[in-house]
T-cell receptor
């Protein structure tokens, strides 16, 4: 049973527009949430994180939103750039132990 | 600060053989985790080590094993290789269990 779900395997967005990637989790014990970006043949790169005591965290063009009651987090990229094209993984973890990753969403940003 | 390094980067083995992959974490990081990535399956958690002790283990058969040394370097071993073991094996290190992990480039294992 998947504890962390990314229900959209792919997303296509026009350059300059907003990209919204979504992630749902089932385990209420998770208290730390992260997003990673992965290019082919490379390891994932840490992007941004948020702890359960916050509902929003921004870093430049990237913003992560956390809705604890809905067990949902999202990553907003504004404005989207062609170089953002990659696979994005959400991960849930914290004091309960190891990180659990979703299966990823492939983002394509078209010029 | 040097990142996570993994060796070898590419490996080709035949069914039935065994393989050992190596990971050197970021200096100061005591936690090392291993993941298997296959197309469509995302990152499947294998195991996690902290201070030479296995703290968590994923749902993989006993053919997959690992260890961590006193300098935090880690190795994972896969015995009796099967075709389905072909994957990208990723190692990640962190200061604390369950928080930001930093990944190495991975080892691409092909089993023929």
């Amino acid at each position: 049973d998947q504890q962390v779900k990314q229900n959209s395997p792919s997303l296509s967005v026009q350059e300059g527009r907003i990209s919204i990637l979504n992630c749902d989790y089932t385990n209420s014990m998770f208290d730390y949430f992260l997003w990673y970006k992965k290019y082919p043949a490379e390891g994932p790169t840490f992007l941004i994180s948020i702890s359960s005591i916050k509902d929003k965290n921004e870093d430049g063009r990237f913003t992560v939103f956390l809705n604890k009651s809905a067990k949902h987090l999202s990553l907003h990229i504004v404005p989207s750039q062609p170089g953002d094209s990659a696979v994005y993984f959400c991960a849930c973890g914290g004091s309960q132990g190891n990180l659990i990753f979703g299966k990823g969403t492939k983002l394509s940003v078209k010029p | 600060k040097a990142g996570v390094t993994q060796t070898p980067r590419y490996l080709i083995k035949t069914r039935g053989q065994q393989v050992t992959l190596s990971c050197s974490p970021i200096s100061g990081h005591r936690s090392v985790s291993w993941y298997q990535q296959t197309p469509g399956q995302g990152l499947q958690f294998l195991f996690e080590y902290f201070s030479e002790t296995q703290r968590n283990k994923g749902n993989f058969p006993g053919r997959f094993s690992g260890r961590q040394f006193s300098n935090s370097r880690s190795e994972m071993n896969v015995s009796t290789l099967e075709l389905g073991d072909s994957a990208l094996y990723l190692c990640a290190s962190s200061r604390i269990l369950g928080y930001e992990q930093y990944f190495g480039p991975g080892t691409r294992l092909t089993v023929t």
